[in-house]
């Protein structure tokens, strides 16, 4: 009863004060007060996260100047200390060991100048010679025009870098000096040192509403900075490009390297957080430092539906770091709600997780990239099941039990021994975009090679589930692999935004198995499929398969045997998330 006077509440207020939402050039929208309703004291316990970091309660968006500082890692992250929706936004700050359990500390960074008054936006940090960290971020001021400052640690002694200085030179990079979109002008990226001893920083644009780019700036001294002429790379029809990234990646093995780093054993990722399709593109290149120019490899690059991305589920605004202490490059994402629907956002009191760390590296092929759940989430692992080698029959669905399936961790391989025959054609003239085609073919649809894979958040009785499966397609004399994450039986409620997702796997899946793993926690599935080629992160709400009501189960819903070659499931502990 409690519950849904809230909701009437809620919803009364939505409409007297809210008055729907502000546009603003930004991803989120402006509420004109909801940003300011306070959220419960304690934040509704249901759908929240084991492992997956969370604040206590409120909003949280963007992964901010991600760096491990005397072997201590920081996150800092857009928040809105007052509410469950975005506004009023400071970088709060956690730390922790190990990427898994995080301590939280006071913000970091909030509005306190006239080029930051109306938000701290997001940014990056960089590690300067000395080791001295230095943050770059966006402030919006009181008409929401967009600037670059400067925060220096006030105290270099103190691992935790709890406090922090503002330049008083800041705005360091202002839209007026050079004309540019003052609301579109945001979201400065790590910067990298060239041979020349300038250092240079991205921040992300857009130029008469169509043409995204990353705009290049340069300095001597990390203070004064100078607009190049040309941006490091601009696309026409892209939008505004938010949370620009760009780094160096090994050509050989899973080794990160600094982003400083040049020469002929490195290519170049360039990604833009595309607020038009609000996905997370990357295309991989070569940067002439000499011209400050970047070429991509490929002519498929960002959004069109076309072009590489990191995730093809609900993944945003993310960034990497370079990890000294494990010479590894990890990737942190935000993973937004699907709740579709703030005042169920502010019911809860909290919206918004971020995806557990990943490592990140170039495929042997050189043309993606490939991620991987750091490994220290494995200390989370507890109570393995896991199955010898085994036939799914066609049309069969399997338990596995012994593990909490609402927080679980699975990696399951699958194998087909069978000729191209037996696979599906792909409809001739029929859809070729692989979320097309698992919206039109989801778990349900049979298949023959296919569907096949994990029933997730599943009821007993199977009636809620979330599928996350591979279909087998005949390409000629090849095989096409698709990947797919079905949401449309998460839940039962039918407010929530249960967008099937999908994408092509490329691998041979006569020559490789079919590895998938899931991450499941209460509200949020995140799928690495073909060891980390296609990721897939997913937002549910079930209302069967809650907590010790939740199942888990394999399936083959073609007509073709297929095999398990291997299965292994955990429970997860609970991490301290903050
Ligand atoms: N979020 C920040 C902006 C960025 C956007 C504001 C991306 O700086 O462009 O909270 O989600």
Request: charged letters at 20%; a neutral charge; proline letters at 5%.
């Amino acid at each position: 009863m409690a519950a849904y006077s809230n909701i009437w509440i809620l919803c009364l207020m939505f409409s007297v004060l809210g008055n729907g939402f502000l546009p603003l050039e930004a991803s989120h929208h402006a509420y004109r007060n909801l940003h300011l309703i306070q959220s419960a004291s304690f934040a509704n316990h249901s759908y929240r996260t084991a492992y997956h970091f969370q604040p206590p309660k409120n909003w949280m968006n963007d992964p901010n100047g991600p760096m491990i500082y005397k072997g201590i890692y920081h996150l800092f992250y857009q928040y809105n200390p007052k509410s469950a929706v975005w506004g009023n936004i400071v970088w709060a700050h956690s730390t922790s060991t190990d990427l898994v359990n995080w301590e939280s500390h006071p913000p970091a960074i909030v509005p306190s100048q006239a080029s930051d008054i109306n938000g701290c936006w997001s940014g990056s940090a960089t590690i300067l010679p000395g080791g001295k960290p230095a943050i770059l971020y966006t402030g919006a001021d009181f008409q929401v025009k967009q600037y670059q400052n400067l925060a220096m640690p006030k105290n270099l002694s103190d691992p935790y870098l709890i406090e922090w200085v503002k330049s008083p030179y800041n705005p360091l990079m202002s839209p007026a000096q050079e004309r540019l979109n003052a609301s579109s002008f945001r979201d400065p990226t790590t910067a990298w040192l060239g041979p020349d001893g300038h250092w240079r920083v991205l921040v992300g644009n857009e130029r008469k509403h169509v043409r995204g780019m990353a705009l290049l700036y340069r300095s001597k001294d990390f203070v004064h900075w100078q607009k190049a002429k040309h941006p490091l790379f601009s696309l026409q029809n892209t939008g505004m490009w938010e949370c620009p990234d760009f780094y160096p990646v090994s050509i050989r093995g899973e080794n990160g390297v600094d982003t400083s780093v040049l020469g002929p054993g490195v290519k170049f990722v360039l990604k833009a957080s595309l607020d038009d399709y609000k996905h997370d593109y990357y295309t991989i290149g070569m940067y002439d430092h000499q011209r400050d120019r970047f070429t991509p490899e490929t002519a498929e690059f960002l959004g069109n539906g076309s072009g590489l991305r990191y995730d093809y589920g609900k993944y945003y605004a993310s960034k990497t770091f370079f990890d000294s202490a494990k010479n590894r490059r990890v990737l942190l994402g935000w993973v937004n709600e699907s709740t579709g629907n703030s005042t169920i956002d502010l019911l809860r009191g909290w919206a918004g997780v971020q995806a557990i760390p990943r490592k990140i590296w170039l495929d042997a092929f050189g043309k993606q990239l490939v991620q991987w759940p750091v490994e220290e989430i494995e200390k989370l692992r507890t109570n393995q099941v896991g199955q010898p080698s085994t036939v799914l029959k066609a049309g069969s669905v399997v338990e596995v039990s012994g593990v909490t399936a609402a927080q679980a961790d699975v990696e399951i391989s699958f194998g087909v021994s069978t000729v191209v025959e037996n696979a599906e054609v792909l409809k001739p003239g029929g859809s070729t975009n692989p979320q097309e085609l698992c919206s039109q073919k989801g778990a349900s649809v049979n298949g023959k090679l296919g569907p096949f894979g994990l029933l997730v958040l599943a009821s007993k009785d199977i009636q809620e589930f979330t599928a996350v499966f591979f279909r087998i397609f005949k390409d000629g004399n090849k095989f096409s692999v698709l990947m797919c994450s079905d949401q449309t039986r998460s839940s039962t409620q039918l407010v929530y935004d249960k967008t099937t997702y999908g994408a092509f796997l490329d691998i041979d899946p006569l020559k490789q198995k079919l590895s998938l793993r899931c991450l499941i926690d209460e509200s949020i599935v995140e799928s690495f499929g073909g060891g980390g080629k296609v990721c897939m992160t997913s937002r549910v709400y079930p209302t069967m398969a809650i907590d010790g009501e939740a199942h888990l189960y394999a399936f083959n819903n073609g007509t073709q045997n297929i095999w398990i070659s291997s299965l292994s499931a955990w429970s997860m502990n609970k991490a301290r998330i903050n």
